[in-house]
T-cell receptor, first 112, second 113 residues
Framework: TQLLEQSPQFLSIQEGENLTVYCNSSSVFSSLQWYRQEPGEGPVLLVT?????EVKKLKRLTFQFGDARKDSSLHITAAQPGDTGLYLCAGQAMEYGNKLVFGAGTILRVKS | KAGVTQTPRYLIKTRGQQVTLSCSPISGHRSVSWYQQTPGQGLQFLFEYFSETQRNKGNFPGRFSGRQFSNSRSEMNVSTLELGDSALYLC????????????FGQGTRLTVV
């Protein structure tokens, strides 16, 4: 059982469409991060959210941390082929020894 | 500043052999964590080292071990390799002072044949 459940697992969309990826848990996280990983490379940190209800924007990407700090979402507006990759959420929680735990990821493919 | 460096990038070993992977963290970062990534299991935490001490450990058999040197560089070792150990091994560097923002290397792709 994943400590962080991501959905959907796979997403294939056309360029220009919008999408949302979700990251849910029954645990409370002190911080939550989103990473993007391309094939054969390591994950690259996109954002860290720490406050319940926090919203952060990174160009066309909008990240939200749930009020109860148990869930997060990543919304991409007008997706581009360059957004293709594996999106991973990761969180830090005291009940997991404060180590970073990862969701299984969402594979996004944006077709031109 | 330089990023996280992992060596080698690719490795092919046969069953029963052992392997050592290396990770040089970002300068000033004292924590190094290791992960195994496979298509079926995703990113699985192996262990974390901070100031030369193992601070956290995942659920992997004792064949997987690691260490950290005084300059924060880390190595992980896998002994008696099995086919199922084929994976991308990722190292992540962080400050380690409660800040878990992790910066990953490109990984070592290990293939066991």
């Amino acid at each position: 059982t994943q400590l962080l459940e991501q959905s959907p697992q796979f997403l294939s969309i056309q360029e220009g469409e919008n999408l949302t990826v979700y990251c849910n848990s029954s645990s409370v996280f002190s911080s939550l991060q989103w990473y993007r990983q391309e094939p054969g490379e390591g994950p690259v940190l996109l954002v860290t959210v720490v406050t319940g209800g926090e919203v952060k924007k990174l160009k066309r990407l909008t990240f939200q941390f749930g009020d109860a700090r148990k869930d997060s979402s990543l919304h991409i507006t007008a997706a581009q082929p360059g957004d293709t990759g594996l999106y991973l959420c990761a969180g830090q929680a005291m009940e997991y020894g404060n180590k970073l735990v990862f969701g299984a990821g969402t594979i996004l493919r944006v077709k031109s | 500043k330089a990023g996280v460096t992992q060596t080698p990038r690719y490795l092919i070993k046969t069953r029963g052999q052992q392997v050592t992977l290396s990770c040089s963290p970002i300068s000033g970062h004292r924590s190094v964590s290791w992960y195994q990534q496979t298509p079926g299991q995703g990113l699985q935490f192996l262990f974390e080292y901070f100031s030369e001490t193992q601070r956290n450990k995942g659920n992997f058999p004792g064949r997987f071990s690691g260490r950290q040197f005084s300059n924060s560089r880390s190595e992980m070792n896998v002994s008696t390799l099995e086919l199922g150990d084929s994976a991308l091994y990722l190292c992540a560097s962080s400050r380690g002072d409660g800040d878990t923002e992790a910066f990953f290397g490109q990984g070592t792709r290990l293939t066991v044949v």
